[in-house]
């Protein structure tokens, strides 16, 4: 097969959803209202965090950290497939297709990191309240956050620089709306084993690690829930963490989805719809699970909000 060298003006094809008209005007609509609802439905939640004194506290810290990386998350993706829809274009540069995949796995990992941290923080709360306060000390919630962000940035950059060293055929179409990189890494001539090692091992230490210490840290926190006597202490508990144990719920079950649809039937409709799930409804949804479930939230919200919108 003929290769290519690969320069700026090497084009990937983004097949997208739909070729049909009618269809990209009603999926242009629908996307850019998820894509404004997620934009301010976090960037509320970060200045509810921000502005109310009451929200100063590592759970709301990491939640304002969590909504800008969801943003991020959103952002790689949606600007993109908008403007194709838009202009009827389906190509991506490989520049652009490479700072999709870098930013895509970047903030992937930061949801990962920081749901982790977030596990954490509620494990304390609830297991070692005692000690709380003398152990999430600011310094080391902001050593948390920032460091969370550095392996992030850090950790995407061995599956980013090593689609660098392969060389792709010319037929480069890529059945998605934004460059996943198990599609990129399809479209390769050359040999992806280096590759495939790598996101196996950042998928392991960045994915199945953060995952193992929710899953522990939840543990100990039902062990600990079950041993209160009192049905009133049991929900006062397990109400501090309803709403992170529902996006935690979230997030992986449609990741899994992604990689089940994807192992059943590779570059199929099911696993690009079970994409749109994972890389646009979580984001979406995570604003109004926090806001709906949390008292503190909604009252912070009113009062940006009346800032905002003054009524007479």
């Known amino acids: 097969m003929e290769r290519e060298n690969q320069t700026e003006a090497d084009n990937?094809?983004?097949?997208?959803?739909?070729?049909?008209?009618?269809?990209?005007?009603?999926l242009f609509g629908l996307l850019l209202a998820m894509y404004?609802?997620?934009?301010?439905?976090?960037?509320l939640i970060i200045l509810a965090t921000i502005s109310d004194s009451h929200l100063h506290t590592p759970m709301y810290f990491f939640l304002s950290n969590l909504s800008l990386a969801d943003i991020g998350f959103t952002s790689t993706t949606i600007p993109k497939a908008l403007r194709n829809i838009h202009t009827h274009s389906k190509g991506i540069t490989f520049v652009g297709c490479i700072s999709q995949v870098y930013f895509f796995v970047l903030f992937g990992c930061q949801d990962n990191l920081l749901l982790t941290v977030m596990a954490y923080d509620r494990f304390l709360a609830i297991c070692h309240p005692l000690h709380y306060v003398v152990i999430m000390k600011s310094q080391l919630c902001l050593l948390m956050a920032l460091g969370s962000w550095l392996v992030s940035v850090l950790g995407s950059l061995p599956e980013t620089l090593t689609v660098l060293r392969l060389s792709f055929c010319t037929k480069l179409k890529i059945p998605h709306f934004f460059?996943?990189?198990?599609?990129?890494?399809?479209l390769a001539c050359s040999d992806t084993l280096i590759n495939n090692i790598v996101v196996y091992t950042v998928t392991i230490v960045l994915g199945v690690f953060p995952l193992s210490g929710i899953l522990l840290s939840y543990s100990q926190i039902f062990s600990s829930i079950l041993r209160i006597s009192s049905a009133e202490g049991k929900y006062k508990a397990f109400s501090t963490c309803g709403s992170h144990l529902l996006v935690v719920s979230l997030f992986y079950g449609t990741g899994l989805g992604v990689y089940l649809s994807s192992a059943a039937a590779p570059s199929s409709r099911m696993s690009l719809m079970a994409s749109v799930l994972y890389t646009m409804l979580t984001p979406m949804l995570n604003p109004f699970i926090y806001s709906l479930r949390n008292r503190d939230i909604k009252v912070a919200l009113g009062r940006v909000l009346s800032k905002m919108v003054p009524l007479n």
């Open 36 to 43: 404004l609802v997620t934009v301010l439905g976090n960037l």
């Open 179 to 186: 460059c996943d990189l198990p599609e990129v890494l399809k």
């Open 12 to 26: 990937f094809v983004l097949l997208g959803f739909t070729d049909d008209p009618d269809l990209q005007s009603l």
